[in-house]
């Protein structure tokens, strides 16, 4: 295998084998619209086989930092069509990597809604980037089944919005912290329903969601994120070998692209 070789993902081939990790940046309006500095940041990029892009909203309600970009409205679209434009203009391949934060945000960038997330379990020993600086994290905000429902849903729907603005594939982000990694994890989720309580329980929104996407755009056109043994924001697994097996069983099941595995230091979020 050289560097330099065309490679296939999915449905796409790569004109190289190198890729670009997603990176957080927080560069968007505060509606989350990407700009100029965005379309100039991933075009000069473009060089490489495969683009991630850093992170992107699939609802309001899955804001958590500020400043970050969304795609679940009309101009959200609109704005990311200019990006995707511009990279196939220099035969780039660019992903969407679709996001939801859960807890991991503060009520201060949501309109004074408390972030959501699968139990009211804050994240304790560190403090969250908000607009009006650094703040300790709130208690969040249980969700009930139908807004687990509907944010599963949400991811589909965003799947869609990526297709229509360009994107060549979708990334689920289920590592690092945020809300598909809660459900995963005990010091997250201590759920007495079907969406917790046992492994399988705790499964089953990260493979819902998964099922949703698939549905939504095709598994040619999926990936997804995961990053088993990464505590950041406070993530703890009671038996994270046994949990990620049975993710890893369950998703062969299921006929999509690939999945990202995160080897990172405990500091790293993206």
Same mark, same amino acid.
Do not use: C
């Given at each position: 295998?050289?560097? +330099?070789?065309?490679?296939? &993902?999915?449905?796409?081939?790569? @004109?190289?084998?190198?890729?670009?990790?997603?990176?957080?940046?927080?560069? =968007?309006?505060?509606?989350?619209?990407?700009?100029?500095? =965005?379309?100039?940041?991933?075009?000069?990029? !473009?060089?490489?086989?495969?683009?991630?892009?850093?992170?992107?909203?699939?609802?309001?309600?899955?804001?958590?930092?500020?400043?970050?970009?969304?795609? $679940?409205?009309?101009?959200?679209?609109?704005?990311?069509?200019?990006?995707?434009? @511009?990279?196939?203009?220099?035969? /780039?391949?660019?992903?969407?990597? &679709?996001?939801? =934060?859960?807890?991991?945000?503060?009520?201060?960038?949501?309109?004074?809604?408390?972030? &959501?997330?699968?139990?009211?379990?804050?994240?304790?020993?560190?403090?969250? $980037?908000?607009?009006?600086?650094?703040?300790?994290?709130?208690?969040?905000?249980?969700? !009930?089944?139908?807004?687990?429902?509907?944010?599963?849903?949400?991811? /589909?729907?965003?799947? @869609?919005?990526?297709?229509?603005? /360009?994107?060549?594939?979708?990334?689920?982000?289920?590592?690092?912290?945020?809300?598909?990694?809660?459900?995963?994890?005990?010091?997250?989720?201590?759920?007495?329903?079907? *969406?917790?309580?046992?492994?399988?329980?705790?499964?089953?929104?990260?493979?819902?969601?998964?099922?949703?996407?698939?549905? !939504?755009?095709?598994?040619?056109?999926?990936?997804?994120?995961?990053?088993?043994?990464?505590? *950041?924001?406070?993530?703890? +697994?009671?038996?994270?070998?046994?949990? *990620?097996?049975?993710?890893?069983?369950?998703?062969?099941?299921?006929?999509?692209?690939?999945?990202?595995?995160?080897?990172?230091?405990?500091?790293?979020?993206?």
């Amino acid at each position: 295998m050289k560097l +330099l070789e065309k490679a296939q &993902l999915g449905d796409v081939i790569l @004109k190289n084998r190198m890729a670009m990790a997603a990176m957080t940046r927080g560069r =968007t309006d505060i509606n989350g619209l990407v700009g100029d500095m =965005t379309i100039e940041y991933y075009t000069q990029r !473009a060089g490489a086989g495969l683009l991630f892009t850093e992170a992107i909203r699939i609802s309001e309600e899955a804001t958590g930092s500020p400043f970050t970009p969304g795609i $679940f409205t009309d101009k959200q679209i609109e704005a990311w069509k200019k990006v995707t434009t @511009k990279v196939h203009d220099k035969d /780039g391949v660019i992903i969407a990597q &679709l996001w939801h =934060t859960g807890r991991m945000g503060h009520s201060i960038d949501r309109n004074g809604k408390l972030p &959501l997330a699968p139990s009211p379990l804050p994240i304790r020993g560190m403090q969250h $980037f908000t607009s009006q600086g650094k703040k300790d994290y709130e208690m969040p905000q249980e969700m !009930a089944i139908p807004e687990i429902e509907r944010t599963i849903k949400d991811f /589909g729907q965003a799947a @869609k919005n990526a297709m229509a603005a /360009g994107f060549d594939g979708v990334q689920l982000h289920a590592a690092n912290g945020y809300l598909p990694s809660q459900f995963l994890a005990e010091s997250a989720n201590q759920r007495a329903d079907t *969406y917790g309580g046992s492994i399988p329980n705790n499964s089953r929104f990260v493979l819902e969601v998964m099922q949703e996407i698939i549905s !939504a755009v095709g598994g040619e056109k999926v990936g997804m994120k995961i990053s088993p043994f990464n505590p *950041y924001g406070e993530i703890k +697994l009671d038996n994270p070998v046994d949990t *990620y097996m049975y993710l890893i069983e369950e998703l062969n099941k299921l006929d999509f692209s690939y999945v990202e595995l995160m080897r990172q230091s405990p500091n790293s979020a993206s």
